[in-house]
């Protein structure tokens, strides 16, 4: 158990150091000395969750498409408790176990503070592919370089340097474990998008690099569609060429203003428009200052609301009937009045927008009997994204929808989550409407073909057999025999997804 009476009292002779620390080369070494601080504490919360994660693992098996496996249900669990989303826990999830099977090492380090969290996963990423048997001598010569410096008043390894250490100690132990980095990367591309400030979304993305470079030329033709009189940044320009390449136009429409803009007509075409749900009151629509809901993204103002609405289809949002339905799924009333008020999916810190989700049926529907039990209205209905129904339906978690939605852990803690739709009123108007149809399934989801622990493995053994045809085609060329590995006796192993 982590004395917390000891956090404390570090708390407080911290507050009297830095009163203390009069000169610079106190703040220093006081600073050096939190930054250590913080490294033991990291470790212990590391530790703390890998042996939840080892517990739950050890009561929960996955069986089928709707039961959740053990790291969905500890990264909800570690979501609740930290206040952080999905991506965040499965991170420290997977952190702590490598610290707890395999880097013994380096977490005794880290618990020293010897080693900062940004470090350790350096270490985990550079020598995940090492053998088990091998990884012990990996860690011992790498923290000797890491460690060594600094322990005589030197810099130690980090980024770059650290990494290049990592895998000149691997390719002369393991050479098959050294990270094929360029598949790695292949295998890791994505794009994504979050919301920013302002009323404007962030794009992050890895992709291959002359797709990267391709991208890179098209946005520049775009951004030179518009006549030399269009006053936008050229650095403007690609950010709506984007758009273009969106809506399928094809160009940057020119903003010169004049009616005789030397801008060639002829590249135009027919603009598709992307769906996106946008939700606004009528007094909004009308030139009021009450706020937007978009969907994905969550507040804008009213004056940008009407800006996106200019040339999209308004629709009406209808409140359902107060009929009892004897329905399953949801008529495309109460669907959309449904996910207007959640603004998301529902579970505690998750983003997923509306539309992606499920409604689920606090009280089962009943098939066999509709009008017996579970009816499909608005207060008997919560929207989920895919990952947090089946983490409800597997009955790990409990949901709590009497006097308003408690969700319920494994351990008994309570969590009362907030509906993120239209002006914060999700939950609160929706309980108190007994309307019509709703869908507990979106859609079939497809079985899990294996866990993610499995997963892992695959694309560790994929890489190394990636790595070994690349050494076996290096000694062929040399005329040395090649070295077959047992991991190259699988041709009938499923791809690492």
Request: glycine share 10%.
């Amino acid at each position: 158990m982590f004395d917390t009476g000891v956090l404390d009292q570090g708390v407080r002779e911290t507050v009297c150091c830095l009163a203390d620390a009069e000169s610079d080369v106190g703040l220093v070494e006081l600073m050096t000395d939190l930054h250590r601080s913080e490294s033991v504490v990291a470790e212990r919360k590391l530790a703390v969750i890998a042996e939840l994660f080892v517990r739950r693992t050890a009561e929960i098996e996955s069986d089928g498409a709707w039961t959740s496996t053990a790291h969905e249900v500890v990264e909800a669990e570690i979501g609740a408790a930290l206040t952080m989303g999905r991506a965040a826990a499965g991170r420290l999830i997977g952190l702590g176990m490598s610290l707890r099977t395999r880097l013994h090492t380096t977490r005794e380090a880290m618990a020293r503070g010897d080693l900062d969290l940004y470090r350790v996963r350096l270490i985990e990423d550079a020598t995940a592919n090492v053998t088990d048997d091998r990884i012990g001598e990996v860690e011992r010569q790498l923290l000797e370089q890491v460690l060594a410096p600094q322990r005589s008043g030197g810099a130690g390894l980090t980024g770059r340097r650290l990494t290049n250490a990592a895998n000149r100690i691997i390719a002369k132990l393991d050479p098959a474990g050294v990270r094929a980095k360029r598949e790695k990367a292949q295998a890791d591309r994505f794009v994504g998008v979050s919301a920013a400030e302002d009323g404007m979304c962030r794009i992050l993305g890895s992709v291959p690099a002359a797709q990267g470079r391709a991208f890179d030329a098209r946005l520049r033709e775009l951004a030179n569609t518009v006549c030399p009189q269009d006053l936008r940044t050229y650095e403007q320009r690609r950010a709506d060429g984007l758009s273009a390449l969106i809506d399928g136009s094809g160009f940057v429409p020119c903003e010169c203003g004049r009616v005789d803009c030397g801008q060639d007509s002829r590249i135009a075409t027919t603009a598709r428009k992307p769906l996106v749900h946008l939700i606004m009151l009528d007094s909004t629509l009308g030139g009021g200052d009450e706020p937007a809901y978009l969907d994905g993204y969550g507040i804008v103002d009213a004056a940008h609301a009407r800006d996106i609405a200019v040339d999209a289809d308004v629709e009406p949002v209808r409140a359902p009937n107060s009929e009892t339905p004897t329905t399953y799924r949801p008529g495309a009333v109460l669907d959309t009045w449904m996910r207007v008020l959640a603004g998301g999916c529902e579970w505690l810190h998750c983003d997923v927008a509306a539309w992606n989700a499920d409604l689920d049926h606090h009280r089962p529907f009943d098939h066999s009997d509709p009008a017996a039990g579970g009816p499909t209205v608005a207060g008997n209905l919560t929207a989920y994204c895919r990952n947090h129904h089946r983490l409800k339906h597997s009955g790990h978690w409990q949901v709590d929808a009497d006097g308003g939605i408690e969700l319920v852990a494994p351990t008994g803690h309570r969590y009362r989550p907030r509906s993120s739709g239209l002006l914060g009123v999700g939950r609160d108007v929706a309980a108190g409407c007994d309307h019509t149809a709703g869908s507990d399934h979106a859609a079939d989801p497809a079985t899990r073909r294996r866990t993610r622990a499995q997963n892992a493995a695959a694309r560790i053994r994929a890489e190394r057999r990636r790595r070994q045809a690349h050494l076996d085609a290096a000694r062929r060329r040399r005329g040395a025999p090649s070295v077959s590995e047992p991991w190259n006796q699988r041709p009938d192993e499923p791809a690492p997804f």
